[in-house]
């Protein structure tokens, strides 16, 4: 059935991220950074279905052929920033329906593709990819990643930062919302254009962005297994944090069940439920310390299992 998954990176000069490297590898295609002078080459991969740049359609005249072109427009993305901390790009990452076809699964990004650079006004470069043929890996797992620029689109190149890179006392001269607000919008506009376009294809299947206590569904959200751990899954390795936090989460199913029934949870000593989630996730917690792997929050619950990408982490 279709699953709602939108999450947001960004790429910045803080943490050695290039635009475009990021791009290429996406892309599938070679690509030389003329700022570090480095060359980008994956021109092998085979899994990239469709990739194109949108830009605001007030722009639909206008030739704008470097904006058009993928190498001069991320290289001008890095060159318009000299800030050693400065953020280059953003990419929306998102599920796409199986029970779409290739041809719908295109209109439902190029459409959500024009959204967002119509009302931020930045070019957006879509890569739609099909699941990869690796061990372990999900059949449906079609999805898109959308690299927007962080500075405005001019005929002439790019021009000042986007509303979404200003701060909230900046947005709010200008009579806008807080920054978060805008991330809420986008998760909103998915969900939309995602059911839009089911109910186009005549599909029964809807995706809802909120939270399943917003929805009145009573019960746990699944756990969303670490991309480490999935990764040892993957290559056929035991992953003793992906089977804690599915012990935990039958655990956590399991006595929500008891105490809907008002009975006392077998086997907890007379805790209550609340008792039991926070000892759940001490428990949680104590395990990533002891592997080394911090004190790292575990994923919202409107993320999904199955969406595991090699390129949201590049």
């Known amino acids: 059935m279709a699953v709602y998954f939108l999450n947001m990176k960004m790429f910045g000069r803080a943490g050695g991220s290039s635009a475009v490297s ?71 990452l998102v599920a796409l329906p199986v029970e779409l076809s290739p041809p719908q699964r295109l209109e ?24 990869r043929d690796f061990p372990g890996s999900d059949p449906r797992n079609f999805h898109a990643h959308l690299l927007a620029t962080t500075r405005e689109v001019k005929v002439e190149g790019l021009g000042a930062k986007t509303t979404l890179d200003m701060n909230d006392a900046s947005r709010r001269k200008l009579g806008l919302q807080p920054a978060i607000s805008e991330l809420l919008y986008v998760r909103a506009q998915w969900a939309i254009f995602t059911n839009e376009a089911l109910q186009k294809a005549h599909i029964a299947a809807r995706v809802d962005h909120r939270s399943l206590e917003a929805q009145g569904i009573d019960r746990e959200p699944r756990p969303q297994i670490p991309r480490a751990a999935f990764e040892m899954e993957r290559q056929g390795y035991r992953s003793v944090v992906a089977e804690r936090m599915r012990e935990e989460y039958q655990m956590r199913v399991e006595a929500r069940l008891e105490s809907a029934a008002g ?24 395990l990533r310390q002891s592997q080394g792997l911090g004190h790292a929050e575990p994923a919202p619950s409107a993320a999904v299992d199955r969406v595991h990408d090699d390129d949201f982490t590049r």
């Open 22 to 92: 990021a791009v290429a590898y996406r892309a599938g295609e070679r690509i030389r950074d003329e700022r570090t002078g480095k060359a980008y080459d994956h021109s092998g991969r085979l899994d990239v279905v469709h990739k194109e740049i949108v830009l605001p359609v007030r722009f639909a005249d206008d030739e704008l052929a470097w904006a058009r072109d993928r190498s001069s427009l991320w290289n001008a993305a890095e060159n318009a920033e000299t800030r050693k901390n400065a953020r280059v790009a953003r990419e929306y």
């Open 108 to 131: 439902l990004i190029r459409g959500f593709s024009q959204e967002l650079s119509n009302r931020y006004s930045f070019a957006v470069d879509f890569a739609i990819h099909a699941p």
């Open 263 to 286: 009975q006392e949870v077998s086997g907890a000593k007379g805790q209550s439920l609340e008792d039991i989630r926070r000892e759940a996730r001490e428990n949680w917690l104590r």
